[in-house]
């Protein structure tokens, strides 16, 4: 035993030494040579640990604590360990996640939710404190189960696949009575924040959007355009339970942007209501696919 995990630390060690060189010299390229060092240091833990157990990793802790620093802790070797386990799980060492994204991910126990994570910060390149946000939002827990199966079995995405259940909208007044109005005047304070509990490319074009229909003028609370899935996105907003008088009313305004407003090549135009209260029933029945019914939540 002691030859074999004095050969193991040795090359721990080593590896290490590398990577404090390589720090203290080189500008470029840290992160990703971090993560390699990491993930090589990761599988010989990983080794000594399914043999010898926690002991092992705590003297191998101290050793490099005399010779590194503080830093290289007990709780960091398992952190580079379990970061090695995740990576045979999740195959990519993208650019654009660092090591310290990958540690905010360590404590989460599904693997389905980590890729989701991963795929959000490649595609919207997501920063630490916004990764640490999102999770903390519970991003992933709020997506539709149907969107979560087709991640899980990288089948193609809608326009509407993301968007989160329920919507967390900013209350920075603490609003208690709340009309669509006020709900109107939440959302457009805070409409970066509202586009990113919508999911990935969305614009925005208008509120209180007029059209007009025979000699009738109406207004669609909020219209967006999605420049990844090139369609139009009409949202309606409701402050009480979901019914199907909404259903119709959303279906004319998005019949009439695809009359009158949408390129011939932009997709068919997507619905959305945000409710007080989903009706499952009115969805199910509803003749249009287009239209999705999510619930709001003031924050």
Not at 147 to 166: A, G, H, M
Not at 224 to 237: A, G, H, P, R, S
Not at 288 to 293: A, L, N
């Amino acid at each position: 035993m002691k030859n074999e995990t004095e050969i193991i630390y040795n090359q721990i060690e080593n590896k290490i030494l590398n990577h404090e060189i390589y720090q203290s010299v080189k500008d470029y390229s840290k992160a990703k040579e971090k993560m390699k060092t990491y993930l090589e240091i990761g599988e010989l833990i990983s080794s000594v640990d399914t043999k010898y157990g926690k002991s092992i990793i705590k003297e191998y802790s101290n050793r490099l604590i005399t010779k590194f620093g503080k830093r290289y802790s007990v709780s960091l070797l398992y952190k580079i360990k379990q970061f090695y386990i995740i990576i045979q799980k999740v195959p990519t060492l993208s650019g654009k996640l660092t090591w310290s994204h990958w540690y905010e991910m360590l404590s989460i126990d599904d693997i389905n939710k980590i890729k989701y994570y991963v795929y959000q910060c490649e595609i919207n390149n997501i920063d630490v404190r916004g990764l640490r946000s999102i999770i903390k939002a519970n991003e992933y827990e709020r997506l539709n189960e149907e969107t979560k199966l087709k991640l899980i079995n990288k089948e193609e995405n809608n326009v509407v696949d993301f968007v989160k259940n329920p919507i967390l909208i900013k209350n920075s007044y603490n609003y208690e009575n709340i009309s669509e109005k006020l709900l109107q005047k939440l959302i457009l304070e805070n409409i970066t924040s509202f586009m990113k509990e919508l999911g990935t490319g969305f614009s925005f074009i208008d509120n209180e959007y007029k059209i007009k229909v025979g000699d009738r003028y109406n207004y669609i609370d909020l219209l967006f355009y999605n420049f990844k899935y090139k369609c139009f996105v009409v949202i309606e907003l409701k402050v009480n339970e979901l019914n199907s008088s909404h259903t119709g009313q959303i279906q004319n305004y998005m019949n009439y942007i695809d009359n009158e407003v949408k390129n011939i090549d932009d997709n068919k135009t997507a619905g959305i209501i945000i409710c007080k209260k989903n009706n499952q029933y009115v969805i199910q029945y509803c003749s249009d696919d287009r239209i999705i019914s999510r619930e709001y939540e003031l924050v």
